[in-house]
């Protein structure tokens, strides 16, 4: 019971300081830049059609799935093209990828710069060449009955613009559920201190790397440690807290929407709350699920993957096609403990698709499918190659590449 209680802790309190403070930075920037140029961002990524897919790599590849999320509705409103998204897919990082640059971070790099170049190739090829959407759109069509939600129209070869209806009431609603003074000062109190927590936690975080990324004990007290401890414990509390109750008497619940624009500096800092607090629930739940299935199953999860062989970079690239980012953070995590080898983490992070393929489930199952599809077959190509290639052409290890410790 001791072991399994440590265990609880330490995920708890790395969760949040080894990554979410990372992810609040990210995210408040991203949602700043949004209020300064108040939606000014998007129209001009609308404006700019023939650079899409380009863009929509480099949006994609932002810490998190927020410049992802941006471009999904740009895509049903017909404003760029279905090349553009499947670029930004391919390039997502996902939240995996503050996991990834917290424990790995030349591994990160590597890895996310292999999967930019995937996704501006894949993206301008489909734009220009068609590769086949046409058809492999008509194949899943015909897997389901006809579209009540806008339908898929026929693409013209080269130019897979692919326009779909809006679909009502696909607006985020950010307004608070419940109405009750109490539940909003409570709530409030808790968003100050989780900021709090926050600004604490990042100085600890950027410590803890500069330091080289050693073993922090579990401790209670003023010490480097104990300052560890309390704040990613405390932290994550509060992430739960917000995540779970708080949403509802602030609003901001529909977290990985998207925004064009946000009314004041409050609104930015409660949405960048909410939205890393929602990835410190994903990640702590990550954490412990790896760590718990390692004690519990006494599985030799790198003695596995080392056994795969090829199959690893299939698996990571067939762990992407699930939505979310849930699994490709447990891989980040996996890779990290040296449990997977550097093909299968490149394999997921050019097929993972985040939270950014939610918005196009919504609107329309069809695309999401075929978008996919489309994010998985450079995947499984660049996985191989870097698989066969890695190791005998460039003298990098598969396994502990890039980890730090």
């Known amino acids: 019971m001791s072991e399994l209680l440590d265990i609880f802790l330490a995920s708890v309190r790395d969760g949040f ?3 979410s403070a990372f992810v609040a930075v990210t995210v408040l920037v991203f949602s700043y830049v949004q209020y300064r140029t108040d939606g000014r961002l998007v129209r001009r990524l609308e404006e700019n059609r023939r650079a899409g897919p380009l863009v929509g790599a480099l949006m994609g590849l932002t810490p998190g799935c927020g410049g992802a999320i941006v471009m999904m509705p740009l895509y049903v409103r017909g404003s760029v093209s279905f090349g553009t998204v499947v670029a930004t897919l391919i390039a997502t990082a996902g939240d995996s990828a503050f996991v990834l640059l917290a424990l790995a971070p030349e591994a990160a790099l590597y890895a996310y710069g292999i999967a930019l170049v995937a996704a501006v190739c894949f993206g301008y090829a489909i734009d220009r060449f068609g590769l086949g959407v046409g058809r492999v759109d008509a194949a899943v069509a015909s897997l389901r009955p006809a579209l009540s939600d806008g339908g898929v129209a026929a693409p013209a070869v080269g130019n897979q ?4 209806a809006d679909a009502e009431g696909c607006a985020a609603d950010d307004g608070p559920a419940r109405d009750s003074a109490f539940g909003r000062w409570v709530s409030r109190v ?24 050693p073993e922090v004990p579990l401790a209670v007290g003023l010490s480097y440690a104990g300052v560890f401890t309390a704040v990613g414990v405390a932290g994550t509390a509060l992430s739960a807290f917000l995540y779970f109750v708080g949403r509802n008497y602030i609003g901001h619940g529909r977290v990985g929407g998207g925004r064009d624009t946000f009314e004041s500096l409050a609104e930015t800092g409660t949405h960048a709350a909410m939205e890393t607090s929602f990835v410190t629930v994903w990640v702590v739940a ?3 699920l790896y760590e718990y299935a390692l004690v519990f199953s006494g599985v030799d999860i790198a003695a596995v993957a080392a056994a795969a062989g090829i199959l690893a970079p299939i698996g990571g690239a067939a762990l992407g096609l699930i939505p979310g980012c849930g699994p490709q953070i447990v891989l980040s995590a996996a890779y990290a403990e040296g449990a997977i080898p550097f093909s299968a983490l490149v394999a997921n992070a050019i097929s993972q698709d985040g939270d950014a393929l939610f918005p196009l489930i919504a609107i329309d199952k069809t695309a999401a499918v075929v978008a996919s599809i489309y994010t998985t077959i450079p995947a499984l190509f660049v996985g191989v190659a870097i698989h066969l290639t890695w190791t005998a052409v460039f003298g990098l290890p598969q396994f502990g590449f890039g980890v730090l410790g």
């Open 161 to 164: 613009a692919h326009h779909y």
């Open 17 to 19: 300081v080894q990554v």
């Open 190 to 213: 808790a968003l100050g201190a989780w900021w709090l927590s926050a600004a604490v936690a990042l100085v600890v975080g950027v410590l803890y790397l500069v330091r080289g990324a």
């Open 286 to 288: 990550a954490y412990l």
